[in-house]
Structures are given as structure tokens and as C-alpha cells.
């Protein structure tokens, strides 16, 4: 009996303890998430003793190659060694990083730092308070090299820096150049400065579906995923609007955006696919079964669905060309990407000036340009302490690729909407919208609902 | 004396045994306790507030539960939860039972390799089942399209977007949801027809039944528990149909399930105020949904 009493309260025990550790680290300082006072004196020492954390946590959205530990990893030892101190990475995926993120701030377990764009770490994070002000870091060299739109993205109404910006593009289309000369298509196409005609988007549609008699493009309306692509064909069609330019409003019950979901919904060879999001349709012109992508980037034109083939060719070697998105007079307004670092706020001072270290260190010092060679895409600044980071692609595999894009694509970048309060939800309107008028009903009447529904959504 | 210390000492044991048996218990009780009766309890008391995900909110009463009968967005997820499991527990028990029938006679390695065949999508993974399954149910390249299609069978000119058209997607996952579910089923029912009184089976047969009357006044009756047992698990898998729909069409083209639409408003919806709140109330109300069709189906059970 004794030996059972033993063996049970040794059970107990165990499972105790266990259930103990399973509740993590008890900091009674963690539940706190009232950003630090703005004044807080910049991070300026590299000696970890100094910040007093020796290991920081950073969540990765698969910015580029950011989403890859052979590209990160070697950045991370270059910081350690610098500095001595350890950043560990969790690299999160689109489909759920926003899941994970979001249960962790719930759970007080968020990372020190995390990398991504504007409409996360502005809009949401940053304005619920979770995330560090960083404005105490921007030098004015700093503020006189960021692009001005980045530097306007990554700041809040109220003039807080919740992202540092260390990277950037315009999304753009992907066509097969191939398919469109088998079809006759090409001669609709501009291609010395990659732009169209949105009549002539229609011919060349109207070409390649008489050609193949199947499905050229697909408006992908499974989810949010790339939904950048098809906002940005709808709006550019016809001069639509997403948001009002004070982004208060949601405005894509613009006139010209019913127009152009009308010119789709009846064009063969235009399919509302909601079995698709922008990953996937991408892929299907990788393996030559679409003729054009609307979800691209200089990314994908570097490593066409991240499938580490040859730059700028399908799965087949058919030439794949990046293209701006089809408008009335060939002048688009393209749609752009911000990436960078911002700080949570999880109530431990030395690990909020160990992320800054890390900011500044990746963001703002000539190290800038590892960071941004691994994402594939712009800097987001043309020069960092003087030192230039325009020419960092040259030389190398993409140099030519990035400097085409960089001609033909970057200088069509327009206004960063997504920053427009209730952004999340209005994404997710978006796509429900688009598939509704996929399966054929009143456009006006749908376009109305779910716009009603993001702007009440502004009010949180 | 002797007859006196007796049940003292027997008490004294008795409580030895009690604190053993408890202690034993414990592991499984804090298991129990922290993770379905303390989260029940704060999911309540939680549906009873405008809570957001980091901040416990104010107390609105029945505010969230009322809002709900209102929400077109619930009302369709529900109607859409309730066609789920309005189709796929009948036909998950009637065709496990029929199968069963026709298999639990064979001999030990045929029985054994159809148990196989059929529990193998219990046991594998349901993400890499539904890989496979959009595999098959693709739009460009599908596997199903390919066999129907004009290059197979003939019987479909062109494509069918299984997924992306509310014609069928819903009835896509309900097929899949049916694969999934059938495995246990046959499973139980191999075993309890198995374990049918074979005497009572000879004696109705002396009597002059037939193979149906057999089946039902004989083989059910004792078949009941088991019975029960898959209307009740099947019945709560279909309520809590998630995975194939955060996979497949994240809710759209009219598959939107309850299980679905709480983790968008919990998980997505996290701009909109109180979303904490709300998505607890609909957990409140599913759950009493699972409740009273399981407390219908043990009370018909035991009626039968």
C-alpha cells in the first residue's frame, strides 16, 4: 500500500509539474503592454551588458527569402558576433503567422521583434499599443535617406514609428510572353516599358483565349492570400480607388471599379476562380496552365514560384515577363509592399533595447544590405550612413532583373493604402465580394454590401 | 474487542484506498479540469462580455447571444453546420452498419485488410488527407475532372470547380468528411455484430424469421449501445467539421461552418471590437446545439 501511495503521489507530482512547465515563464512584468515613454534614450551600445538581454526572439513573415533559415541564419551570427547577442527565429507562414501572432499577444508570449509589412505592424499592432514607438531611432540622416513613403507607411497618425523600414516594391502582373506570341497577343503589349492599355488587356485576352480555348487569368478569391494582385487589376482598369487618399474611407464602390468587375465577369477567358488564392494561381502559370498572374513581384520574377528554377521562366522555360497592370491611357498606379522590423512591447526593457540594437544594426548601418539582398527586393532607402545600396544587386545573377524592374516597374508605386483602419476585416470583404460576383450576382448591389460592411469596420 | 477494532481497521483501509484512488486520478483530473471545465466555464463567462483578445472587456449580458440571431453571416454558418450533419450521420451509420454486414463474416486476414482499407483515413493525418483530397477535387489538373472530363468518361464537357462553386463544394466536403468519419464505425460495428447472441439468432431463426426480421428484432436491439455511441461521435465530428474547411475554402462558396466562423471572428476579425466575446457566444451556442441532439439521440436510444 505504501508503495502505491508512493507511486501515486509521484504520479501526481509529476503531472503537477509538467502542467507547471507547460505555463511557461511566470514575469510579472510580462502582462504589461503599455508602450514605453517615447523618450526612452536611443540603444546605442553594441555590448549586450549593456541592453542586459543576451537572446531576443524574431518572428519572420516569409518576406523574400526571409522566409528561409539558410538565407537568415547567417545574418543572425553576423549580429551575434557583432554584438553578443542571440536573436532566435520562428519563421511564420501567410496562411496562419497572423493566427500565431495574434494568440500570442493574447498569451503575453509575443517575439521581441517582428518583420513584415505596414497593414500588420502600423495599422493593427502598433495601434492596439502592442508594439514599441522606434521613432527615438531615426536619426536625421536616417530621415533624410528613407524613401518618403516608406518613412509615411511605417508611422501612425499619431507620428509613431512602429516599423523601421528596410525593404520595398510594387506589386506587379506576370505574363507568359511565349503563350501571348503563340497567340498573336504580344502585339498588345509595350514591351519596353512593360505597360498596356486596358483595351488592350481585352484584345490580348480575346487572342490568347481563341488560341487555347481555355482559362487565360484567374481573379483568385479563395482568401486574402496576394489579394494585392486583384485589387490592383480592378482599380487600374478603369482609374478606380481602393480608399479615399486620407484612408478613412473604403472606396471600391467607385464607378470605374463596377465597371471593370463587369468587363471581367464577361470576358472569356477571365474566370472568378474561388478555388484559388494568389500562391496558387501564381503557380499555375509556372506550370503553363495560365497565361498571366496578377499576384507578382520582382520575387517571383526572380524565382518564379519559389520553385528555385531559372529566373523569369516557367516550369517549362517559357519566358515570363513582369508586367504593370493594365489602365486606360498605360500610366498605373501600382500597388506597393513595405517590409521591416518593428518591437513588441512585452515589459522587459533590456530586451526592448536589444531588439532596437537589432533594428538599428539591420535596418540602419551598412548591414542593411544583406537584409535586403535576402528579400529580392528594393532597399528602402537609397543610402544608409552615406554608403550606397542602389547597386547591391549588381554583378550578381538578378542584377540585370532587378534594374529592369526597378525602371519599368518601381516608379509606378502609388499610394500605401493599406494602412486604412479595419484592414483586416476589409480584406476578407474584398474577397467575399469578389466571389459573389463570381457566382453571378448583382454586382452593384454586392460591391455595396461589402463596402458598407469595411467601412463600418473602420470604426472598429 | 476483536469484533469492535474490526471495522475500524476496515474504515482506515477503506480511506487508504480512497487516497490512492484519488491520487491515481488526479493526473487525468487536472487534465480534465484545466482543460475542458475551467475553459468551458471562462468561455461562458466570456460569451457574457464585449472581450477582445487581449483585454477581458466589459459585461453585456446576453448582448453577444442576441446579436447572434441577427448576424446573417451565423445564421448561414449554422444552417450550413446543420445540412453537414443532417447528411453525413445518417449515412456515415447506415453505410458503416451495411459494410459491416457484409464483412464481419469473413475470415481473420480478408476482415482485417477491410478494416484496414477502411480506418486508414482515421488514422492518417487530416491534412495530408485533404492534401490528397484537393488534389482530386482540383479545377486545372484535378484527378476527378480528368475521369468525367472529356479525356475520361465523357460526361462533363469542359471543368468543374468542385471547390470554387457553391453548387458542390459543400457537398465536396461533406464527401470527405464521410471518408474520414466511416473508419471507427465499421470498426464497432464488425466488432458488436460479432458479439450478437448467436443462440438468440438460431432460436428466431427456428421460429421461422427472416433475414430482416433477424437484423431487426435480434441484431439491433443488442446492436444499440454501439449504435448510440457512433450517432453521439459522429454527430459532434460533423458539428466540429474544421480542418477541411480552413483547408479547402476558408469558409467560402457557401461551406462556412460554425467551428469555421468562430475562428475567423476570434482569430481574424481582431479589429473588430468585442470579436473575443461574440465568437464565445457562438462557441455557447454550438455547444448547446451538440448538447440537445446528443440528449435526443440517447433518449430515442433508450426508448428503442
Known amino acids: ?460 | 474487542m476483536a469484533r469492535q477494532s474490526k471495522p475500524t481497521m476496515s474504515r482506515a483501509l477503506q480511506r487508504r484506498e480512497n487516497i490512492a484512488g484519488y491520487l491515481f486520478m488526479l493526473p487525468s483530473l487536472i487534465f480534465f479540469l484545466g482543460f475542458v471545465v475551467i475553459p468551458m466555464v471562462i468561455c461562458i463567462f466570456i460569451s457574457l462580455t464585449d472581450a477582445n483578445m487581449n483585454s477581458s472587456g466589459q459585461f453585456v449580458g446576453l448582448s453577444n447571444f442576441i446579436r447572434l440571431w441577427t448576424d446573417s453571416a451565423f445564421l448561414e454558418a449554422l444552417k450550413n453546420t446543420f445540412v453537414i450533419v443532417i447528411v453525413s450521420v445518417p449515412t456515415v451509420c447506415a453505410f458503416s452498419l451495411w459494410v459491416s454486414s457484409a464483412i464481419y463474416r469473413m475470415k481473420g486476414p480478408v476482415l482485417s485488410a477491410f478494416r484496414c482499407i477502411f480506418y486508414l483515413p482515421v488514422v492518417t493525418g487530416s491534412v495530408a488527407v485533404t492534401v490528397v483530397w484537393a488534389w482530386i477535387y482540383n479545377n486545372y489538373y484535378g484527378v476527378l475532372n480528368y475521369i468525367i472530363g472529356p479525356k475520361g468518361l465523357g460526361l462533363i464537357e469542359g471543368r468543374i470547380n468542385w471547390l470554387g462553386d457553391p453548387k458542390y463544394a459543400l457537398g465536396c466536403i461533406i464527401l470527405i468528411l464521410f471518408t474520414t468519419s466511416v473508419g471507427q464505425p465499421i470498426v464497432l460495428y464488425v466488432s458488436a455484430l460479432g458479439n450478437v447472441d448467436t443462440t438468440l439468432i438460431e432460436a428466431a431463426q427456428v421460429d421461422g424469421a427472416t433475414d430482416f426480421q433477424v437484423f431487426w428484432k435480434v441484431k439491433w436491439p443488442q446492436m444499440m449501445p454501439t449504435t448510440l455511441y457512433i450517432l453521439v461521435i459522429t454527430t459532434i465530428n460533423s458539428f466540429q467539421c474544421f480542418a477541411l474547411i480552413q483547408l479547402l475554402t476558408k469558409g467560402g462558396q457557401g461551406t462556412n461552418t460554425v467551428m469555421y466562423h468562430i475562428y475567423w471572428t476570434a482569430f481574424k476579425l481582431t479589429e473588430q471590437a468585442g470579436h473575443f466575446g461574440y465568437a464565445n457566444a457562438m462557441g455557447v451556442v454550438l455547444a448547446i446545439f451538440i448538447g440537445i441532439l446528443s440528449a435526443i439521440q440517447f433518449k430515442l436510444a433508450k426508448e428503442k
Not at chain 1, 531576443?56 to 533559415?69: N, R
Not at chain 1, 501572432?101 to 517575439?111: F, H, L
Not at chain 1, 529592369?404 to 508605386?413: A, D, G, S
Open chain 1, 1 to 460: 500500500m505504501k508503495m502505491k501511495k508512493l507511486v501515486a503521489a509521484a504520479l501526481a507530482m509529476a503531472m503537477a509539474l509538467s502542467l507547471a512547465a507547460c505555463g511557461g515563464q511566470n514575469n510579472s512584468s510580462q502582462g504589461s503592454t503599455t508602450p514605453p515613454a517615447a523618450s526612452n534614450p536611443p540603444a546605442q551600445s553594441s555590448n549586450p551588458a549593456a541592453t542586459g538581454a543576451t537572446e531576443i526572439t524574431l518572428w519572420t513573415y516569409p518576406v523574400g527569402g526571409w522566409g528561409e533559415e539558410s538565407n537568415v541564419q547567417p545574418i543572425m551570427d553576423a549580429f551575434k558576433a557583432d554584438t553578443g547577442i542571440t536573436v532566435k527565429v520562428d519563421y511564420l507562414a501567410y496562411g496562419d503567422g497572423d493566427d500565431r501572432v495574434n494568440t500570442a499577444i493574447g498569451a503575453n508570449e509575443a517575439p521581441d521583434l517582428i518583420m513584415e509589412g505596414p497593414e500588420r505592424l502600423v495599422t493593427n499592432w502598433g495601434a492596439k499599443g502592442y508594439l514599441v514607438d522606434m521613432s527615438d531611432l531615426l536619426t536625421d540622416t536616417d530621415r533624410s535617406e528613407i524613401a518618403p513613403a516608406a518613412l509615411t507607411a511605417c508611422t501612425s497618425t499619431d507620428g509613431k514609428l512602429y516599423e523601421y523600414p528596410l525593404c520595398m516594391t510594387a506589386h506587379c502582373m506576370g505574363i507568359n510572353l511565349d503563350a501571348f506570341k503563340a497567340a498573336g497577343a504580344d502585339q498588345y503589349l509595350d514591351l519596353e516599358n512593360h505597360t498596356w492599355t486596358t483595351e488592350n488587356f481585352i484584345k490580348a485576352v480575346e487572342a490568347l483565349y481563341a488560341a487555347k480555348k481555355d482559362t487565360v487569368a484567374a481573379v483568385f478569391c479563395k482568401g486574402q492570400g496576394g489579394d494585392q494582385g486583384t485589387r490592383a487589376l480592378i482599380n487600374n482598369m478603369y482609374g478606380g480607388t481602393f480608399t479615399n487618399a486620407e484612408h478613412t474611407q473604403y472606396t471600391w464602390d467607385d464607378p470605374n471599379n463596377i465597371k471593370a468587375l463587369e468587363q471581367l465577369k464577361s470576358m472569356q477567358g477571365i474566370v472568378f476562380d474561388a478555388s484559388l488564392e494568389g500562391g496558387d494561381e501564381l503557380k499555375l502559370m509556372y506550370q503553363e496552365i495560365l497565361d498571366m498572374a496578377f499576384c507578382w513581384n520582382i520575387a517571383q520574377q526572380l524565382d518564379p514560384a519559389s520553385a528555385h528554377g531559372d529566373p523569369g521562366k516557367t516550369i517549362g522555360g517559357q519566358e515570363i515577363v513582369c508586367m504593370n497592370f493594365p489602365s486606360p491611357d498605360g500610366t498605373p498606379v501600382l500597388q506597393g509592399g513595405i517590409w521591416g522590423l518593428g518591437i513588441f512591447n512585452n515589459g522587459d526593457p533590456a530586451k526592448v533595447e536589444a531588439a532596437k540594437e537589432f533594428v538599428k544594426w539591420m535596418c540602419a548601418s551598412e548591414n542593411a544590405a544583406q537584409g535586403i539582398k535576402i528579400s529580392n527586393f528594393f532597399p528602402a532607402r537609397n543610402t544608409v550612413n552615406g554608403t550606397d545600396l542602389t547597386a547591391i544587386f549588381d554583378g550578381s545573377d538578378s542584377g540585370d532583373i532587378m534594374k529592369e524592374y526597378n525602371r519599368v516597374i518601381l516608379p509606378n508605386l502609388g499610394d500605401y493604402y493599406q494602412v486604412t483602419p479595419g484592414w483586416a476585416g476589409a480584406r476578407g470583404e474584398w474577397w467575399a465580394m469578389l466571389q459573389e460576383v463570381g457566382n453571378d450576382q448583382d454586382i452593384t448591389d454586392s460591391v455595396a454590401a461589402h463596402v458598407a460592411v469595411a467601412n463600418a469596420l473602420i470604426a472598429g
